[in-house]
């Protein structure tokens, strides 16, 4: 580990200056160099090994299959003797509801946050921070009964309402964390054009935090797509579920269908691999999350 | 309680917060600050009524069902704190407690040190660096019900891959998820799977913030690789690797699919952790006061540990 620290400023050749000696610390250099690419490969090779196992058998025939070799035939008899594409679109339907309105929600509180000067502010911000550390077995039961009465259990709104609830906290952090970097003199300049408080907040604050809104964005995508612990307590029926539980509806029977399941669990995996390829920059933020903890 | 407590930070709210100082003149300011304030109001209810509807209400109600002999249909009789005194002096409860506190330090410490490493592999010039950052994020991108579902292929069954490659190798044929002590192995190795990325990203975000010539003055005056790693990145990056270690522990002492998916906290509950134990009492043994109740004993360590914390972050950055 050592010999990695610090090779920024010392190995490499020396700019400028040629000669024996520093030609022999370059080939070193070099050496090293391939030897961490060695190294990174393995680790990588080695990680990723789980990921390379669901996408190969994704598409190895399945036991019933007369096809060899390659195939797409699993994901076509996933989507047509399970209710795979019914939990497909649950799933999207509760994930882009939850960003929408984390957002709607987190935005405007996160403002406040960046922008009070009262204790009472920075409580609530404290009382975020604790709450985003509770675990959230402790609400999901009394939640449980409470949706029980609204007929809020088994019921795709209901899930969105807690995963709007337990994203909004660190969401709330991220805008506010965000908005502490845009200087407050553009507010100022807008009031003093006869701005609104919320005006100059949407038009002229909101209006330059996408980066923000983006990585807040993928943080509620990420924990509304890929929750399992609020889904099996408050889902029920079938044709309710989302992909999760979904998948996870194969390990029930007593042969589990490896080639089928692996073809779902590939559909599931490909949205946030897209998101992620995609924004990759806001999604490190919106991936660390609560980075700001320490605000 | 926190009922009480996001009522008081509303009315505080409604009282005053106004934009920081901005030096106007009074008459203008006053005048914001009032409509300031009704716009603040406005602007932060939705998140208040959020936190109180979605965290403050069950945390009460959650007291209530901690002493009462309840189930998930009707409250019932009042009986203190004895599903807590029967709680702690259940043997269930501290191995809970103490599969907990393994999985949450190799969890932690596994996790950073793996993250670490790579982040400092990384920093330096390697062909394809930027694709390998890229594909090593992947084990914190996957759902864990993929990755899980994929583990389970490759452990689960003595006919499993792994379990085959070591049969050939004559090393006998390990039981991943059947020998208790080896299940507990194989999900701290799971979960340091999927967490070291985010070390990763927290490390190399707090690397990328160091001031490479303090290296240049630290290898004139004539320290080792090794003492300039110890005295100097550790302490530059140490705010974040503290916040990396609390939002790591709070991730693993909360975490519930990462082990309820690949063992389901079992072989003989070795891998049941505080959070499988009480979803268990509450909705596989029906016993919502008990379960509430080890639920809520977790609750209150994170709470007081999480405001400590806060505490100290808090005072290492205003230094």
Redo the contacts between chains.
Sequence with gaps: MSAVVHAHPQSGPVLGVTGKPNRALSDAGLRGRWWRFALILAITAVVLVPIMVTVVLAVTPGPTSTATGFTLENFGSVFSETLASTWLQNSLITTLSTVTVAVAVAAPAGYVLSRGRSKAVSGYSLLLFVMQSLPIITSVVPLFILFAGMGLVDNLMGLTIIYVGSTMTVATWMMAAYFDSIPISLEEASWIDGCSVFGSFTKVVLRNSLPGVLSTAIFAFLLAWNDYLVAIVFLRSTEIFTLPMGVQSFFQQNQTDWTSVMALAVVMMLPPIIVFAALNKYFSVGGIGGSLAGR | M?LT??QT?LS??R????????G?PANRKSK?SS??RK??F???L???V??V???G???V??GV?ATHDGS?LDTGEFVGLENFANVLSSEAFWKAARFTLLFTIVGVFGSWLLG???A??????????GL?K??????????????S??????VGTPDS?IPSIFRNLGLGTPLFLADPTLAAITVMVFKV?ISFP?MM??TS?ALASVD??V??AA?MDGAS??Q??SQL?LPLIA??TY??W??MT?FC??D??TI??LTGGGPVDATTSL?VL??RT??QDFQ?GP??AI??L??IT??V???IL?RQ??KS?VE
Excluded: C, D
Aim: net charge positive; aromatic share 16%; glycine share 6%.
């Design positions: 926190a407590t996001a930070g505080r709210a009282r005053g917060v106004a934009p920081g100082g901005s106007k914001l409509q300031t716009t603040f406005w602007l932060l939705p998140s208040v959020l936190l509807l979605i965290h209400y069950p945390l109600y959650a069902q998930l670490l490493g790579l400092l592999l990384l920093r330096t010039k390697i062909p394809a660096g390998f890229v594909l090593l994020l992947l084990p914190w991108v996957v759902p864990v019900v993929v990755s579902t994929a583990w389970n292929w490759l891959l799977w985010f990203m927290m975000a490479t010539t290296y240049e290898s690789r090794w300039q790693f990145t705010r974040s916040i990396s609390i939002l709070i002492v909360n519930f699919p309820y998916l959070v009480a979803y509450v909705f919502t379960g509430v639920a809520f977790m609750t994170l709470v540990v999480s405001v806060y972050i808090r950055s």
